[in-house]
């Protein structure tokens, strides 16, 4: 009997054990599982941080390239040591990596201006676009009746009456040329849907002014120019082969005959860049955006005149 009651604590104290094991085990893995999500969580913060310190630096060393180098007409050129960033900095949209970034310099003036907007280039981006005339004219007068101050409606237009009895959008125009921002357009009658996804990239908020076509897009270069896709895609493709084009040239490729007196037309950069900046390390990412004009200045060798991140 006793040896009966000894084996069966023996057998209880072996349960006893190996439940004790069990949980041990447990813990120990959690533990580590724990461990592996605080690193993880460690090492995700710090690439974080790392991005925003990198997108950080190279906006700010953008800014002092910009502030010392040279414009050209289709580039921004170095004169500094720093290797990073190549001796010619196309201002054309292209990407050019530094580092672990993507960084996009577009000359303002290779888009319109948003301040005050162009109704009549809209009409030729509508129409370069693939869009209707009618589309072109009821954006490009619609967005006339949103500037203007008054209440009279131009032909193909939208004033008070269509914002707020016609189809009840609760809103009127804002009567002032200085829209707020380039996503205000999706506002107004004729650019909601496809208009406005195919004007909004053409667009940068800064002071309106001549475009210059040797950092135009192949878009508004051909609303620019007034000519078709297949010839705006052959003038992009002899501009990059060495950076610029020549009015003599693209008289020759459309017929087209220029002079700078264009009201819309010149050969030379704004000097005012959007610049985009995508950095990526691991799994973090960190986006810069902004506007800065490097026109000479008494006090000031650039000002920022939009930033965000």
């Known amino acids: 009997m006793k040896t009966a009651d000894r084996r069966h604590q023996q057998g209880s104290i072996l349960i006893v054990v190996l439940i004790l094991m069990m949980v041990t085990v447990s813990l120990a893995l959690y533990a580590v599982s724990l461990s592996r999500d605080c690193v993880a969580t460690s090492r995700q913060l710090l690439d974080n941080l790392q991005c925003r310190l990198e997108s950080g630096s190279v906006i700010e060393k953008i800014k002092y390239l910009g502030a010392i180098g040279r414009f050209g007409p289709s580039y921004l050129e170095s004169v500094s040591v720093n290797k990073e960033f190549p001796l010619q900095m196309n201002i054309r949209g292209e990407p050019i ?9 577009i000359d303002s003036g290779g888009r319109c201006g948003l301040w005050p907007p162009n109704p009549e280039m809209v009409k030729r981006m509508v129409l370069a676009g693939g869009g209707s005339p009618e589309e072109g004219a009821v954006a490009a007068d619609s ?27 609760g809103y009127l125009p804002r009567n002032n040329p200085f829209i707020q921002m380039v996503g205000e357009l999706e506002l107004i009658r004729g650019f909601r849907g496809k208009v406005f996804e195919l004007v909004k990239g053409e ?63 010149t050969s030379v ?30 006090e000031k060798a650039f000002v920022v005149e939009k930033y965000s991140e």
């Open 97 to 105: 990596t530094v580092g672990n970034s993507e960084v996009r310099l």
């Open 143 to 169: 967005l006339l009746d949103w500037v203007d101050a008054d209440d009279l409606k131009h032909l193909n237009g939208a004033e008070s009456f269509y914002y707020q009895s016609d189809h009840s959008l």
């Open 203 to 265: 667009i940068v908020e800064t002071v309106s002014g001549k475009i210059n076509y040797n950092t135009a897009d192949p878009l508004m270069l051909a609303a620019l120019l007034n000519i078709g896709a297949d010839r705006a895609a052959s003038l992009v493709k002899l501009r990059n082969s060495r950076g610029f084009i020549t009015e003599a040239e693209i008289l020759a490729q459309t017929g087209n005959n220029l002079t700078l007196v264009d009201e819309y037309i």
């Open 269 to 298: 950069p704004s000097m005012t860049l959007a610049v985009d900046i995508r950095t990526r390390i691991g799994d973090a990412g960190d986006a810069v955006n902004a506007i800065i004009s490097f026109k000479p200045g008494r």
